[in-house]
Each structure stands twice: as structure tokens, then as C-alpha cells.
T-cell receptor
Framework: GAVVSQHPSRVICKSGTSVKIECRSL??????MFWYRQFPKQSLMLMAT?????????EQGVEKDKFLINHASLTLSTLTVTSAHPEDSSFYIC???????????FGPGTRLLVL | AQTVTQSQPEMSVQEAETVTLSCTYD???????LFWYKQPPSRQMILVIR??????QNATENRFSVNFQKAAKSFSLKISDSQLGDTAMYFC????????????FGAGTTVTVRA
């Protein structure tokens, strides 16, 4: 149980285009999901908290207009990187909270490369 | 935010041997959860073990066990009978429930198991 999927696993796009990443909890409902960014050999950096049915809460320094988050259902959250630039290239990871266990379970991550 | 410190950037262990990873944290809370996550080269974050602060008994999961010292704010992970598949980056994390499901992560410890 507690499986989280993420799609796509890898995406290459041109500078200036937008990219959408989906995060799904497959066997449980998640009112809360998180989006992280991770650079090689570093820890996870929290970008935002995604709450079903309400606006996302962004961490300090994260541009909410650039990283659009939508949590339209109890099993799906999406992260859209708008007008992507090479500096947005990174590994993006989502997680979903299994409420009863109060534990975050992670998706496999998305590697974004902006050319 | 809570501070989580992992003082060992890298560790190496011979297959079948035991290795212990250290983690300390700083909090004024009495009720909280602590986690160890594993991130192998695939970069999938995997939950290894979870400990509730109110429980005095140390959590164990097969070859993985923790030494939770609440007064000392220490939460070390012991990997027994190390296997090649244990090669990964290990992150210690702190959560303050209820309702706040954010994780504060340590910087991580890279464990390499040698054949």
C-alpha cells in the first residue's frame, strides 16, 4: 500500500515552454501533497504544500506564478513549471500524506531538462 | 523549522557488516515523529522506519533498527547484515503532527556497501 506515482519520469523541453508534472496517490486518498526540488547529492528542498480544494502554500523564495500547483482531487496534484528556463532544470519529487499513518510517501521523481 | 543534523556525509561498510548512522535534532516539542528514508541511485525515496516520540520502544524493521534517545534528541539508524542493495543516501527527517505534515530533513548520509 501507500504507492505514489509521478508522470512523466523524464521530460526535455525548450526554454519558454510550460511543463506539467502529475502526482497521484494510487491506493489512498491524500488531502495533503508536497512538491520538492532536489539537486544532485543534496537533500530535498520543499517548494510548496498542496491541499485538496484550496490554494497551495509556497515556501519562501518559491515563485508561485512560475510553479503553479493544482490539487483538484484527493488523489491528484499537478505542478506546472511555466515559461521554463535552463535554471529550472532539476529533479522534482512529490509526496502524499497517508492521513491515518501521518507519513509522507514519495513519488519516483521527474527529471526536467530545459534546453 | 526544526533543525535536523546528520554529521556523517559518507560511510562505507563491508557486506554483511553493521553500520550506524547518526542523527540529532532540535525541538521544543514533546510529541513528534521521526523517520529514516532511503534514496538509492534510482532516486526513489523509500520509507525505512518511523518512530513516534511518545513510544519508548525503539522501532525495528527487519535489518533496520533505531536507537531513539529523546532526552538527548538523538535518533540513530543501525543497518545490520548490510547488503549491496542498501547502498543509498539515507535521510533523517522530523515531523510535528497533528495537522502539520511537513518534514524537516537532514543533509543526508551516503552509505556504500562494499562486496
Amino acid at each position: 500500500g501507500a504507492v505514489v506515482s509521478q508522470h512523466p519520469s523524464r521530460v526535455i523541453c525548450k526554454s519558454g515552454t510550460s511543463v506539467k508534472i502529475e502526482c497521484r496517490s494510487l491506493d489512498f486518498q491524500a488531502t495533503t501533497m508536497f512538491w520538492y526540488r532536489q539537486f544532485p547529492k543534496q537533500s530535498l528542498m520543499l517548494m510548496a504544500t498542496s491541499n485538496e480544494g484550496s490554494k497551495a502554500t509556497y515556501e519562501q523564495g518559491v515563485e508561485k506564478d512560475k510553479f503553479l500547483i493544482n490539487h483538484a482531487s484527493l488523489t491528484l496534484s499537478t505542478l506546472t513549471v511555466t515559461s521554463a528556463h535552463p535554471e529550472d532544470s532539476s529533479f522534482y519529487i512529490c509526496s502524499a500524506v497517508a492521513g491515518v499513518q501521518e507519513t509522507q510517501y514519495f513519488g519516483p521523481g521527474t527529471r526536467l531538462l530545459v534546453l | 523549522a526544526q533543525t535536523v543534523t546528520q554529521s556523517q556525509p559518507e560511510m562505507s561498510v563491508q557486506e554483511a557488516e553493521t553500520v550506524t548512522l547518526s542523527c540529532t535534532y532540535d525541538t521544543s516539542e514533546n510529541n513528534y515523529y521521526l523517520f529514516w528514508y532511503k534514496q538509492p541511485p534510482s532516486r526513489q525515496m523509500i520509507l525505512v522506519i518511523r518512530q513516534e516520540a511518545y513510544k519508548q520502544q525503539n522501532a525495528t524493521e527487519n535489518r533496520f533498527s533505531v536507537n531513539f534517545q529523546k532526552a538527548a534528541k538523538s535518533f540513530s539508524l543501525k543497518i545490520s547484515d548490510s547488503q549491496l542493495g542498501d547502498t543509498a543516501m539515507y535521510f533523517c527527517a522530523f515531523m510535528k503532527p497533528p495537522g502539520d505534515y511537513k518534514l524537516s530533513f537532514g543533509a543526508g548520509t551516503t552509505v556504500t556497501v562494499r562486496a
